[in-house]
């Protein structure tokens, strides 16, 4: 009976052994904890132009050489972000400055920071701007009174909407003088062709696709650019949870450092319209869900320049936007703290 406990303890200390070192394993496989584990950073983002950087990272495989892998998926708005970082169900967000403060403002999520990049439009840039089909008797600003809007995000508060509200004001009309209708980018040419919507609040690269196509043009008057024309504006950015980051550092670390090299990469404007916009959807390591671009659209494209991340102004500027709409209750007592830079960057 002795030798029987003998062998049953030595067993069970077998088994004790096995189970320590399987969950070690899986513990260092899967990281400190946190969504997304060690090696994996599950990415929403908005199919913009102005996310080059993240195609870039992916296509020429710096986010393999920093030993990671990232999982894409798309999300339609700012706002639809926000709600995917609160559940949980992505670890980082291609994403919008107002959502910053939004969140900031209502909590959801409490501990949203940027960590990386300020994509910059401005009256020299113009990536946003207004189009109509090329059958539409629209021209003109004053037009746009009474008629039907495409607007990304729209009941919730973008950068597009800001600006569009702001615009519509310096131009004698209010958000009661036109219907606004919610949908996103991708989804506004097609819209205007079949008539659900009379004009759109576009972004690049749909605007000079349609435009080559023949199928949509811009207002004549400014081209129909409705951010402000007085200053440049900063508008997406990578977003996370600081949780995320704090649960994940060396992680998060390495996803800005690939992420950056690809800022660098795709700031080289000859390279990224013939080598890279004509290629993202193919050959890459993660399926990029992107507009394919012919050489000559990419050749055309309006690209913003991107900074490595928001600045004190840019997002002052956003704060006062959302104050004067009634979108937020209370302001940052400091900006620079809803901003976590993870690497110094140029």
Request: glycine letters at 10%; a neutral charge.
């Amino acid at each position: 009976m002795k030798r029987n406990w003998t062998i049953l303890g030595v067993l069970f200390a077998i088994a004790l052994l096995l189970t320590i070192t399987c969950t070690k394993r899986q513990n260092e496989g899967n990281g400190s904890g946190g969504p997304g584990g060690r090696g994996v950073v599950r990415v929403g983002y908005l199919r913009l132009l102005s996310a080059a950087p993240l195609y870039t990272a992916v296509r020429e495989g710096y986010f393999r050489e920093e030993g990671i892998e990232v999982e894409l998926r798309v999300i339609k708005s700012g706002p639809e972000g926000n709600e995917a970082l609160a559940a949980g169900n992505v670890d980082v967000a291609f994403s919008i400055l107002p959502s910053l403060i939004t969140a900031y403002d209502s909590g959801v999520p409490s501990d949203l920071v940027s960590i990386y990049g300020a994509s910059i439009d401005g009256p020299k840039i113009r990536d946003h701007r207004i189009i109509v089909a090329t059958t539409s008797d629209l021209g003109r600003v004053d037009q746009l009174r009474g008629k039907k809007i495409g607007l990304v995000g729209w009941p919730g508060m973008t950068s597009d909407g800001l600006e569009l509200l702001d615009f519509l004001e310096r131009h004698g009309m209010t958000v009661n003088d036109v219907t606004l209708v919610g949908m996103a980018h991708g989804d506004m040419v097609a819209n205007l062709q079949s008539g659900v919507i009379d004009a759109a609040a576009a972004a690049e690269p749909y605007i000079t696709s349609g435009t080559l196509q023949g199928v949509v043009k811009t207002l004549e008057e400014e081209e129909g650019f409705y951010y402000q024309t007085s200053s440049n504006t900063e508008v997406t950015t990578y977003l996370a949870r600081r949780a995320w980051v704090d649960a994940n550092p060396e992680l998060a670390r390495k996803f800005v450092r690939a992420l950056d090299r690809g800022r660098q990469k795709s700031s080289d404007r000859e390279w990224l319209t013939k080598a890279g916009l004509p290629f993202f959807n193919k050959k890459a390591t993660a399926s990029i869900d992107f507009v394919e671009l012919t050489s000559e659209q990419a050749g055309q494209l309006r690209l913003m320049p991107i900074n490595g991340l928001p600045s004190k102004e840019g997002l002052t500027h956003v704060t006062q936007q959302l104050v004067k709409r009634g979108k937020i209750k209370k302001t940052p007592s400091d900006p620079d703290a809803l901003v976590l830079p993870l690497l110094k960057t140029n």
